[in-house]
């Protein structure tokens, strides 16, 4: 590993302890070497706060040495103005002489504006520094401005015997049947924390009634985004509470909307993907966990618009039921959690 990579890895660090309050902003890392030492160090914390080249200059103590110092970020510095002023600016007027980039940022109110303007101000700036890390680490980021949707995340767990609920009986209390453990459990609601929205379809919430909420972590909750065609849906339900925003797609009009809740026409006559995941990139919605069930995770699988899948198996076998999803098992990575089986899939297009 060269310098320039060894502090890009630094940035990346800082920048993933941004992970989940960002949003609508990139993660982002920074770092300020002189004469083979860092002096500063910041992160981009918050949508709206300072990024993490102004963090990082204002952690220097000696500002004087910032004209003789290199500064590394792991994405693009930005050349316009947003909630906060153009960092380019910033680093020009200290006159940093050196700026090291990881990856050009793909929004095009920057794609490569920032590091032209640093350019034609006498910087020397060196650009594509673990580009392959510094994008998967904004992978929401980049997908979201590339191809205008959220970043995909198809989440479930299965039993043993490859059932997603056992078969209901007519009087069986709105709850979920829990397949994994605790643990697994928990992790599900650390991963809400990280994305910006969570997706079920209407079966979903009849039959378990769900909060969608990260009640046993301590973070943001998504934007819940719920499939309701026919507004079968009881008002009861706690997707209706108010307490968090709610998206609620059907094919007509609906009187009940709050500030808190909004709901979506679309035309479920078509294919109702595309247009939820348009609906949802207005929404400026980098990024989804879709939940469930049965017929809304493999309705994302067949029309191959999903990025990443997440998949527990449990110990338990139910015999008969509604069967899990399926899904082509490539670019697999398996772990454990107690006795639960938890299966990565990336889906390379």
Not at 109 to 125: D, F, H, Q, T
Not at 190 to 219: C, F, H, M, Y
Not at 246 to 255: G, H, P, Q, R, W
Request: aromatic share 8%; glycine share 6%; proline share 4%.
């Amino acid at each position: 590993m060269n310098t320039h990579e060894k502090y890009i890895k630094r940035c990346i660090e800082l920048a993933q302890n941004g992970f989940g309050t960002t949003y609508p902003n990139p993660m982002v890392g920074s770092v300020i070497v002189h004469d083979g030492k860092i002096i500063g160090e910041g992160w981009h914390k918050k949508a709206g706060e300072p990024h993490a080249e102004v963090n990082a200059v204002q952690s220097v103590k000696d500002k004087s040495l910032l004209k003789k110092a290199t500064i590394y970020v792991s994405l693009e510095p930005c050349s316009h103005f947003g909630k906060t002023p153009p960092c380019c600016d910033l680093i020009i007027a200290n006159q940093i002489p050196n700026v090291v980039v990881g990856t050009v940022d793909p929004n095009e109110k920057v794609a490569g504006r920032g590091i032209k303007k640093l350019i034609e101000n006498g910087a020397n700036v060196t650009v594509g520094i673990l580009e392959d890390e510094c994008n998967e680490l904004n992978k929401r980021f980049f997908t979201f401005h590339q191809k205008k949707r959220p970043y995909i995340i198809l989440k479930w767990a299965e039993s043993q015997d490859g059932f997603l609920a056992p078969e209901k009986s007519i009087n069986q209390e709105r709850k979920p049947v829990w397949i994994t453990n605790q643990y697994s459990r928990q992790l599900v609601h650390k991963w809400r924390s990280e994305e910006q929205a969570i997706l079920v379809g209407t079966q979903t919430v009849v039959d378990d009634n769900p909060k969608l909420n990260t009640r046993d972590w301590s973070g943001n909750n998504p934007v819940r985004v719920v499939l309701d065609q026919n507004n079968r849906i009881s008002k009861d339900s706690f997707i209706f509470d108010d307490s968090v925003k709610t998206i609620v797609f059907s094919k007509s009009e609906n009187s009940n909307a709050t500030e808190n809740t909004i709901f979506e026409k679309i035309d479920f006559n078509k294919n109702t993907i595309p247009q939820i995941l348009y609906v949802l990139y207005q929404h400026q919605i980098q990024s989804i966990i879709i939940e469930g069930g049965r017929q809304t995770l493999q309705s994302f699988v067949d029309s191959d618009l999903w990025d990443e899948a997440r998949i527990f198996t449990g110990t338990n076998a139910f015999e008969n039921g509604v069967k899990a999803p399926l899904i082509q098992k490539k670019n697999i990575f398996k772990t454990t959690i107690q006795n639960d089986e938890l299966l990565y899939i990336r889906n390379n297009d």
